[in-house]
């Protein structure tokens, strides 16, 4: 909270500057300037350590929709709680009989409720279908806005000649219904948006940066990648890096989802938005603050929920609603030759049962529902048609490293007449390296006396080449994915490394092949350790020294026999994964926001991808519910009213109750 | 039974008034940071 403080203190005190209030939960400042520049006052910002950012037009017009619908839900809310102890008044009195006066009173009542109700509550329905009919386009919102002015206007029409029936509680419950259904559907998202906001203000603000005299605390603004940071108990992780020295027991369960504390040495990898729960250290930075793994998924969530947003009440077809005006038309003319009036109370009820189209909310929400649940568990589905295509998978292609294996490397077997010698002189050569070579081999020499060497030089592409007691050593990429050490010019040794499958891969394999999908290992790596890790892991076929062209042909030969789901790294395996008809990816930095993966597992682990099936099953159950929901509802509801049966009141209880049927199938937990 | 003729507009003017407090809460930020402003009163008068 001291960064609400900071923020106000830090402008107010800027000169031209008349108020400086913080926003806390929309994350945003309001000032009032008086002869200060914006320049000025985001350069303060950024001295006490805050950058600001263009307020992005969808954001600010989601506040202020959001805080416009809660109002116009209030006037509804108002208009159709008194409204029903009118209409109650009223319907008794046509039983038990009303006198006149007290009748008339009550209707005046009715309309001076249900006129604000209509006009305002209801505006966004009747400019969103002119917006539409003006672009020749059939949205919900016309037959809505259609039965909802036919309603009032019949009934301010009656209600001035004095005779004929009044549709005005019809109209004010109908408005009603339909601003809590919306209501529902936006607060749900706004939640799913906030979690995410929390997220990111779990990065701190400060870091402590070496510099030549120290550490110096620094906003995280000014870190750069390759900076050394100290991390301490109580403390968050700045930016994604490598711990260098110090040991530390850090909360990541913003990552994993699960709660529990890790315990981190050097070489081990540090993330943004976690947080230090003992222990102090230092880390080198991989990635500067803003393209941190935290970020891209941060980015990448915000994008999927802008697309399903847009969505949701638009995208349905025109189809339907062609449907029911046809119907309701048909229904006019039907029982036109037994009245004006009748005809148009069986127009009215037809528009009216169908309206909020129980049919049209099934998809919308059961996508809403799928997304949702995934995210949950840690899987970003990128668009709506993806959750469709996740069941018909049939085959599945896996990549080997990091995603079957956990990418860290570990010293397999070292092949020498001096084995500890090989393995120390790599160690002091590799001592400074960072790259996973480098750090399985201090991992394994972990134990030993370090050695010393002296002018350790890296030759790019080559390796190392240092003194040792006079002798040059050289230490180098061989083959395959071993290392070999040189000492005065002659071969000393190689040692070779594996990765080990992921603890969770098997009996996550299992499940899924259990489930009728067939599995393959794709991998870029060595024929050996494709088959160790296949035999380990019980996966029959396997395919090694791929190139990502080659992955990317293999996906096409598969998809002849089914629909073929290939999990990979985000970046290297682009073309397999943008080629198959599910390309699922591990998230692993900031670039998977960029990357052709179609699901994004946003744990580490193998989980998620059962999860990924999982959700996408479930939010296909869901689909098929809602549509039995809404086509069962509609198949009796709409020949009844094209009967005569309902009036136009009855449709408008009747319809809320299987649209709110539909939502609450798609919001209620599994 | 006349005294409906009063009560109802009664009624309606409670509620009404109610409802313009909800408008005036909501115009004026009211609800938009349930945060920040409980720990406001942590922080130094300024």
Known sequence: ????????????????????????????????????????????????????????????????????????????????????????????????????????????????????????????????????????????????????????????VNFMRGQGPLFFDTATAFVFVLLVGRYLESGAQNRAGNLLENFLSLAPRLAE?????????????????????????????????????????????????????LSKGPGSRLFSGTRVLEGEAVLRLQSAPGETLLDGIAQLVESAQSRSKEG???????????????????????????????????????????????????????????????????????????????????????????????????????????????????????????????????????????LTVAQVEVEPGRGLKALWNGQPVRVGKGEKAGVYVELGGRLLGRMDFTDRPRSEAQWCLQALRRQGVHLAIVSGDAAENVERVARALGVDEFAADLS???????????????????????????????????????CQGADIAHGAAHVVLLRPGLEPLLKAFETARFARRRLRQNLAISGVYNLIAVPLALAGWVTPLLAAVAMPLASLAVVVNAVRRS | MEIIFFLVPMALVFSGVALGAFFWATRNQQFDDLEGEAMRVLLEDH
């Open chain 1, 312 to 450: 949701v009440w638009v995208r349905y077809s025109g189809v339907f609603i062609a449907f029911i005006l046809l119907a309701s038309l048909a229904g006019f003319w039907w029982w036109l030759p037994y009245g004006m009036e009748r005809a148009a109370t069986v127009a009215l009820s037809v528009l009216i049962i169908t309206c909020p189209c129980a049919l049209g909310l099934a998809a919308p929400l059961a996508v809403w529902a799928g997304m949702r649940k995934g995210l949950s568990h840690g899987v970003l589905f990128r668009e709506s048609r993806h959750l469709w295509e996740a069941p018909e998978v049939r085959h599945l292609l896996l990549d080997k490293t990091g995603t079957l294996t956990t990418g860290d490397l570990e010293l397999n077997s070292i092949e020498s007449a001096d084995p500890e010698l090989t393995l120390r002189l790599a160690a002091a050569c590799e001592h400074e390296q960072q790259h996973p070579l480098a750090r399985a081999i201090l991992k394994a020499a972990a134990g030993l006396e370090p």
């Open chain 1, 548 to 586: 990502p062209q080659e992955k990317h042909e293999r996906v096409l030969a598969l998809q002849k026999y089914g629909k073929v789901a290939m999990l990979g790294d985000g970046i290297n395996d682009s073309p397999a994964l943008a080629a198959a008809d599910l390309g699922l990816a591990v």
């Open chain 1, 1 to 156: 909270m001291a960064c609400i403080w900071l923020i106000e203190k830090a402008l107010g005190g800027l000169r031209g500057v008349t108020r400086a209030r913080v926003h806390f939960g929309h994350r945003r400042v309001d000032v009032v300037l008086n002869g200060a520049t914006l320049t000025q006052v985001l350069e303060r910002l950024q001295q006490v350590g805050y950058g600001g950012k263009p307020l992005r037009p969808e954001q600010r017009s989601a506040e202020s929709e959001d805080s416009g619908l809660t109002l116009k839900l209030a006037v509804a809310g108002f208009g159709a709680g008194n409204m029903m102890t009118i209409a109650a008044a009223l319907y008794l009195g046509q039983f038990e009989g009303m006198e006149a006066n007290f009748s008339h009173f009550f209707e005046w009542v009715s309309l001076l409720l249900c006129t604000p109700v209509v006009l305002y509550s209801g505006r966004p329905f009747l400019e969103g279908a002119f917006r539409a009919l003006r672009f020749g386009a059939l949205t919900m919102d016309v037959p809505i806005a259609l039965g909802l002015s036919v309603t009032y206007l019949w009934s301010l």
């Open chain 1, 209 to 261: 940066r070496r510099s030549e005299d120290g550490f110096e605390q620094v906003p995280i603004g000014e870190l750069r990648v390759g900076d050394l940071v100290r991390v301490a108990a109580g403390g968050g992780i700045p930016a994604d890096g490598l711990l260098v020295e110090g040991l530390l027991e850090v909360d990541e369960s913003l990552l994993t989802g699960e709660s529990q504390s």
